[in-house]
């Protein structure tokens, strides 16, 4: 990820880790002048949700408050550890789990979305994600075997958001089956762009966790090819959002056949059986944790009216690209190149 400041003033460029190149670069205009004695430019990075984060913003310093913020945030997403998310899905049936409210937020988000892409994204998926090694702590790269249809369907049984239920009076999360499990990486990332977007106000800049974009500042965004280095399209936007999926980031072939990350509705990879299935999805929207759910459902429901309805209910613009096509599904600001 590349940050350069396209401003007649100070430019500098920061580059990211290398598990940081994903699908969008972005060359950012930010102010780089003090304003006032007491108000300088910050660059705050570090790594969170298993991937890199940068955080651009003016005023007063607020380092250490973002960063208290992020780590608890990462603490609580991770389906691994002692947070709210593992909490929960190491809990027995019918044992609610307490959890904070920003973790309860963001899964009410990841529910409401859930309902209505009717599970084109869908924060319930994970013991399909394991049962595919896609499981962060499993994922290799490689792969000796895939899951039997057997396996699939068995699996699927455990989930659903309908085998969970979220108690907004007590912020509680109790799940109604064993072996049920909850996993908000589809929506994490976008999630603490907003977050972190809500701290700083309009002090806010570029915000980035790991290609999922919330931009104050006019920036001009590029869409990598999914097959190559080259980029396909292009926008220059402010005060939006921008995120990727692609069956890129999280693979293996077997048999010479990619399995990805992304999970259908029928608990296969997205597209899998399709013709010309959809390789990456990119969302504009208002709301980072929007586009970041938005990008998944993209992959699995495809250019499709259903797709188009979904995007229209969340002020939402995509960038499809399949393996032989190109397309653009709502009023996005990218022009293919």
């Known amino acids: 990820m590349l940050y350069r400041r396209t401003t007649p003033r100070t430019r500098k460029r920061i580059t990211a880790p290398v598990a940081a190149i994903l699908s969008v670069i972005i ?16 660059v705050l990075t570090g790594t969170a ?4 984060y940068s955080i651009e913003y003016t005023g007063e310093d ?20 002692s947070g709210d998310i ?23 988000l990841a529910f409401g979305i859930a ?7 869908d924060p319930t998926v994970y013991p399909l994600t394991e049962l595919w090694g896609f499981a962060p702590e499993d994922y290799t790269g490689t792969a000796t075997s895939v899951p039997s249809d057997e396996q699939i369907s068995l699996t699927l049984e455990s989930v659903g958001t309908d085998l969970f239920v979220l108690n907004e009076a007590d912020k509680t999360v109790t799940k109604l089956k064993d072996g049920a499990e909850l996993d908000v990486g ?19 800049t570029a915000i980035d966790f790991g290609a999922t974009l919330y931009l104050t500042d006019e920036a001009k965004v ?14 220059t936007v402010s005060d939006l959002s921008v995120a990727t999926s692609g069956d890129y980031q999280r693979y ?56 188009k309805a979904l995007l229209d209910k969340y002020d939402a613009a995509a960038v499809l690209i399949t393996e032989s096509g190109r397309y653009v599904v709502g009023d996005s600001p990218f022009v293919f190149e």
């Open 252 to 307: 293996y072939f077997f048999d010479g056949v990619r399995y990805h990350h992304v999970i259908g509705r029928d608990g296969y990879p997205a597209g899998i059986f399709d013709g010309d299935p959809v390789v990456s999805a990119t969302i504009t929207s208002p709301s980072a944790a929007v586009s970041d759910a938005l990008s998944t459902a993209a992959m699995v429901l495809g250019n499709t009216d259903t797709l």
């Open 62 to 81: 607020r380092d250490e408050q973002l960063k208290t913020l992020i780590s608890e945030l990462n603490d609580d997403f991770d389906v691994t550890g």
């Open 27 to 42: 060359a950012v205009t930010v102010a780089a002048t003090c304003v006032a004695c007491n108000t300088r430019d910050h």
């Open 222 to 235: 590029y869409i990598q090819n999914p097959r190559s280095n080259d980029f396909v399209a292009s926008a």
């Open 186 to 204: 589809g929506i994490g990332k976008g999630f603490a762009a907003d977050t972190v977007k809500e701290v700083l106000g309009d002090d806010a």
């Open 86 to 108: 593992a909490t929960i899905n190491a809990a027995s049936a019918n044992t609610p789990v307490t959890v904070s409210d920003l973790t309860f937020k963001a899964l009410s």
């Open 49 to 52: 949700f298993g991937s890199y």
């Open 115 to 121: 309902a209505d892409s009717d599970s084109a994204f």
